[in-house]
């Protein structure tokens, strides 16, 4: 390993200074509602680049777009970009109805006392099906607080129930954009990681299901009742189950794109104009995640050449030992970034470079990294006060009349709590097989 280079990790300084600062005032001085979400943050990591771009004057400035060239040129970062942009397309296929359906369908079948598990039972299963936290708990947020309005439950309970059960799936769907950064950026394929993470994440929502029986035990509710189309819950089956057995991911979200367009024109839920301006708009909402992918991998490209990767790995070695040390300091790292830009995907595309030199280092698997970056970022991204999936929750509570804090919230995130704690028992109670 060549000789570190501490100051060529400079530019990834500037992109937090940027949008942190930026960030918190926004959120906290200005007081801007999700001050964090009104900074642009492709113009963060432009600038981050134009710092990397005026450091190691000993190469000409061909030379680092070559560089950088060659980065974003990886077929890991390529393959990202496609999966990203064909996960949008399904997204926008499918619609929002789809998944109310889901919701209102489990809401009809089982007992009412049992309301506030089903809505985790069913955040978990819609998040995985459409790949998206933000988007379940926009989704489930309302019905939750009709179940709170129409029983004795805590509202607060229920909301925490909807975003626990939002960063189930986050963190194992296959269509998420967290699943694709992890896997493609440690080369691991997307039915490996969910086998390993599967069995991290268990423990955890069967926990979390036991803790919500005792504490919601002797409860009534009304039904919520709200008519639905189970036909319309065929696409997500189809994604699920395909990904679940391993074939391609791009056969699976083919097949999801083709069912719930027939299914959407079938039912005449859309019109056929409709329908390929709602792929458009899916495909459009991936642009500035796809953006962000390519605006990293150049800018981590100059930062490994000039030996900022190997000052990094030299710190971490230094705090952390063995193959499980390695594996913890990957998580923290991850963390970091979560904390940092309140956003996981971002974070784990910042991660993912670092991640991979880590790996070799610590031997750790392509599946174990995966696995590490995607849960660690959904811990910390459900929890963080100011991260989206938060604000979203108490924004679209207050619409349906329920006042509550991040505070208020969470007290009741027992998910992303246990999921921490199953992980960490994973990491230094449970040997990796080969």
């Given at each position: 390993?060549?000789?570190g280079?501490?100051?060529?990790?400079?530019?990834i300084?500037v992109?937090?200074?940027?949008?942190?600062?930026?960030?918190?005032t926004?959120?906290?001085?200005?007081?801007?509602?999700?001050?964090?979400?009104?900074?642009?943050?492709?113009?963060?990591?432009?600038?981050?680049?134009?710092?990397?771009?005026l450091?190691?004057?000993?190469?000409?400035?061909?030379?680092?777009?070559?560089?950088?060239?060659?980065?974003?040129?990886?077929?890991?970062?390529?393959t990202m970009?496609?999966?990203?942009?064909?996960?949008?397309a399904?997204?926008?296929?499918?619609g929002?109805?789809?998944?109310?359906?889901?919701?209102?369908?489990?809401?009809?079948?089982?007992?009412?006392?049992?309301?506030?598990?089903?809505?985790?039972?069913?955040?978990?299963?819609?998040?995985?099906?459409m790949?998206?936290?933000?988007?379940?708990?926009?989704?489930?947020?309302?019905?939750?607080?009709?179940?709170?309005?129409?029983s004795?439950f805590?509202?607060?309970?229920c909301?925490?129930?909807?975003?626990?059960?939002?960063?189930?799936?986050?963190?194992?769907?296959?269509?998420?954009?967290?699943?694709?950064?992890?896997?493609?950026?440690?080369?691991?394929a997307?039915?490996?990681?969910?086998r390993?993470?599967?069995?991290?994440?268990l423990?955890?929502?069967?926990?979390?299901?036991?803790?919500?029986?005792?504490l919601?035990?002797g409860?009534?509710?009304?039904?919520?009742?709200?008519?639905?189309?189970?036909l319309?819950?065929?696409?997500?089956?189809?994604?699920?189950?395909?990904?679940?057995?391993?074939?391609?991911?791009?056969?699976?979200?083919?097949?999801?794109?083709?069912?719930?367009?027939?299914?959407?024109?079938?039912?005449?839920?859309?019109?056929?104009?409709?329908?390929l301006?709602?792929?458009?708009?899916g495909?459009?909402?991936?642009?500035?995640?796809?953006?962000?992918?390519?605006?990293?991998?150049?800018?981590?490209a100059?930062?490994?050449?000039?030996?900022?990767?190997?000052?990094?790995?030299?710190?971490?070695?230094g705090?952390?030992?063995?193959?499980k040390?390695g594996?913890?300091?990957m998580?923290l790292?991850?963390?970091?970034?979560?904390?940092?830009?309140a956003?996981?995907?971002?974070?784990?595309?910042?991660?993912?470079?670092?991640?991979k030199?880590?790996?070799q280092?610590y031997?750790?698997?392509g599946?174990?990294?995966?696995?590490?970056?995607d849960?660690?970022?959904?811990?910390?991204?459900g929890?963080?006060?100011?991260?989206?999936?938060?604000?979203?929750?108490?924004?679209?509570?207050?619409?349906?009349?329920?006042?509550?804090s991040?505070f208020?919230?969470?007290?009741?995130?027992?998910?992303?709590?246990?999921?921490?704690i199953?992980?960490?028992?994973?990491?230094?109670?449970v040997?990796?097989?080969?």
């Open positions: 390993m060549k000789k280079n501490a100051i060529a990790l400079l530019p300084g992109f937090l200074a940027i949008y942190l600062g930026l960030g918190l926004f959120e906290y001085v200005l007081k801007i509602e999700m001050g964090f979400y009104n900074i642009p943050i492709v113009i963060a990591f432009l600038a981050a680049i134009l710092v990397a771009c450091q190691n004057r000993s190469r000409s400035f061909d030379e680092k777009l070559e560089l950088m060239g060659q980065g974003v040129g990886d077929k890991n970062i390529i970009l496609l999966i990203f942009l064909t996960a949008g399904f997204v926008g296929v499918v929002r109805s789809s998944a109310q359906s889901v919701a209102y369908f489990m809401l009809s079948i089982i007992p009412s006392q049992y309301a506030v598990v089903v809505l985790f039972v069913v955040a978990c299963f819609v998040s995985t099906a790949g998206t936290s933000v988007g379940t708990i926009t989704l489930l947020t309302p019905i939750a607080v009709e179940v709170a309005q129409a004795n805590d509202a607060s309970l909301v925490a129930t909807v975003v626990g059960g939002a960063m189930f799936g986050d963190n194992l769907s296959f269509i998420s954009d967290t699943t694709i950064a992890a896997c493609n950026g440690q080369g691991c997307m039915k490996d990681k969910f390993g993470n599967f069995w991290i994440a423990p955890a929502a069967l926990a979390t299901i036991l803790l919500v029986l005792l919601t035990a409860n009534e509710t009304a039904p919520v009742a709200q008519e639905y189309n189970l319309q819950i065929l696409p997500y089956v189809l994604v699920l189950l395909g990904g679940i057995v391993g074939i391609n991911v791009f056969v699976v979200l083919l097949a999801g794109i083709l069912s719930g367009a027939a299914i959407m024109l079938i039912t005449g839920q859309t019109a056929a104009t409709d329908l301006s709602s792929m458009g708009s495909a459009a909402g991936m642009f500035e995640t796809s953006m962000v992918a390519i605006l990293v991998a150049a800018m981590c100059l930062i490994r050449d000039y030996g900022g990767f190997d000052a990094l790995l030299a710190f971490i070695r705090l952390f030992k063995g193959n040390g594996q913890l300091g998580g790292l991850v963390g970091a970034m979560d904390i940092a830009t956003n996981n995907t971002v974070a784990i595309v910042m991660a993912n470079p670092i991640a030199e880590m790996s280092e031997g750790i698997s599946k174990r990294a995966a696995c590490i970056l849960t660690f970022s959904c811990i910390f991204q929890v963080i006060p100011y991260g989206a999936q938060m604000l979203v929750a108490i924004s679209a509570a207050a619409e349906m009349g329920a006042v509550m991040a208020d919230i969470m007290r009741y995130l027992f998910y992303p709590y246990l999921l921490l199953s992980s960490l028992v994973a990491i230094f109670l040997k990796e097989k080969k």
